[in-house]
């Protein structure tokens, strides 16, 4: 699966700082001095692949990043003070792009991968640098370099395995959290997700990605709600994992509710493997829960697990059908062997 999020940003490295040319003044007259120091570089643009980030969405909040200016160089071959450069921390897979949003800058596929987005300005040097035998205070200096000013949009891709898919409040964020390193806010009101979450999930040894979607809700597929900004995104997951609520009285709607927005919105996504699950059993004794069952099993029209992502119980059955799932899809996507060995 894979996320698109999208951000502009505007930055400016910082100008250098004017080289110094030094005087004395005695009695109204000025001498040159000989001693001028070099302004001081400006503040480059930086940005860096950092850990335990997944969403740009802070940069649509703050666009306008600007390093700071050098200082001008000062008498006595003090050097000005160099500008601090502004670090961008990016999700790793964040692509970097130029303004026409083709061109691709760099892409930080790694923790740590870095790129310098605009140089700060040199400093200029101080007169001293520009002293000769028979000049030894030339009245002459060099300005700091301007700084750099671009506009660029940060792109990221995630990738995810599987995707999780429910109304408002079925629990996808608790389940996430519960097996996974992810720590989605969870709260018992609707939409507290407000952008993918994603988490690196184990069972039996093997490791996949799930990801948070925020809550589906009737007409996310024509663009109601939240839904919809990321239903194109589970497209390319290889199982969708759709919690129902349990304790929901109108279990059965939720999820043909889910069922119509998926086939609404038209292409494969509704014919994805899909795990069904009826979520929160710790809040229902065994009849319920069998009465439950049931109604979700003949509108599904096959069987569902039961699980609750609070108590954990059958959570590690539904991680293991995700896993099943997901092998399945990795062998019908691993390219034939003679596709591998297939030369133009
Ligand atoms: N009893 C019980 N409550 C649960 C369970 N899972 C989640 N809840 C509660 O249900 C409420 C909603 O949980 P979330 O995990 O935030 O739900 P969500 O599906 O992520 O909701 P959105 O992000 O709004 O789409 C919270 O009050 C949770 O504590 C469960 O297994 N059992
Ligand atoms: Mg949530």
């Known amino acids: 699966m894979k996320f698109l999020d999208l951000a502009k940003v505007h930055i400016r490295s910082g100008a250098g700082g004017n080289g110094c040319i030094s005087f004395r003044r005695e009695k109204f007259i000025e001498y040159g001095g000989p001693d001028g120091g070099d302004g001081g570089s400006g503040g480059s643009v930086i940005a860096e692949a950092v850990e335990g980030l997944n969403t740009l969405i802070d940069f649509r909040y703050q666009q306008h990043f600007f390093a700071k200016n050098g200082q001008p160089g000062m008498g006595q071959q003090r050097t000005g003070k160099d500008g601090e450069d502004i670090l961008l921390r990016v999700p790793v897979g964040t692509e970097i792009l130029d303004e026409d949003e083709e061109t691709v800058i760099a892409d930080l596929s790694e923790v740590g991968d870095r790129v310098e987005l605009a140089r700060g300005g040199n400093g200029g040097w101080g007169n001293l640098h520009f002293k000769t035998s028979t000049n030894q205070a030339p009245r002459r200096s060099n300005p700091g370099q301007e700084g750099v000013e671009r506009t660029l949009w940060l792109r990221l891709k995630l990738i995810a395995d599987a995707g999780l898919l429910g109304l408002p409040n079925a629990g996808k964020s608790t389940f996430l959290a519960a097996t996974s390193n992810a720590r989605p806010k969870i709260a018992d009101y609707p939409f507290t997700t407000l952008h993918p ?60 509710t889910i069922i119509g927005e998926l086939e609404a919105y038209g292409g494969a996504l509704a014919d994805k493997p899909r795990v069904t699950v009826l979520n929160k059993i710790d809040a229902l004794d065994d009849e319920e829960r069998a009465l439950a069952r049931e109604m979700l099993e003949e509108a599904v029209g096959g069987p569902v697990m039961m699980m609750s992502g609070v108590s954990r119980e059958g959570v590690t059955e539904v991680l293991r059908a995700l896993r099943t799932n997901i092998d399945e899809d990795r062998l019908r996507h691993k390219p034939s062997q003679e596709e591998e060995q297939w030369q133009p």
């Open 197 to 256: 979450n994603l988490g690196v999930v184990g069972v039996d040894d093997v490791e996949f990605v799930v990801a948070d979607i925020p809550g589906l809700i009737e007409g996310a597929s024509e663009g109601r709600g939240l839904g919809d900004l990321f239903l194109g995104h589970v497209e390319r997951c290889s199982v969708l994992l759709h919690l129902v609520d349990g304790t929901s009285p109108t279990l059965v709607e939720d999820y043909e």
